[in-house]
């Protein structure tokens, strides 16, 4: 049974960093698309950063590109997301994601999903 599990989350001011991890468990992702989306209270789940073809190319969008780190250690079976320079809009609730596969498009199809971590930016 495949399982994501989201990590650190929390509360942050404006400014500071925070690092998600997302640790996968029934099966080896290391070719596999996997992304971070994110959705804040009324608004659409979008997504935020992904590792694309199975590695040779990385996504993020634009509120959250030159800010925002994605990594993966195929060793350990866990994806990252390094996030620097926090703003109250990046507030919102976490999710990584993983598909069994790579796709010609990166950002859908996601099959696995973890449960969440809130991610709270105060000003």
């Known amino acids: 049974q495949v399982q994501l599990v989201e990590s650190g989350g929390g509360l942050v001011q404006a400014g500071g960093s925070l690092r998600l991890s997302c640790a996968a468990s029934?099966?080896?992702?290391?070719?596999?698309?996997m992304g971070w989306f994110r959705q804040a209270p009324g608004k659409e789940r979008e997504l935020v950063a992904a590792i694309c073809w199975g590695g040779r190319s990385l996504y993020y969008s634009d509120s959250v590109k030159g800010r925002f780190t994605i990594s993966r250690d195929n060793v350990k079976n866990t994806l990252y997301l390094q996030m620097n320079s926090l703003k109250p809009e990046d507030t919102a609730v976490y999710y990584c994601?993983?598909?069994?596969?790579?796709?010609?498009?990166?950002?859908?199809?996601?099959?696995?999903w973890g449960q969440g971590t809130q991610v709270t930016v105060s000003s």
């Open positions: 994601a993983a598909k069994p596969y790579s796709t010609t498009n990166c950002a859908s199809a996601y099959n696995y």
């Open positions: 029934g099966r080896t992702f290391s070719g596999s698309d």
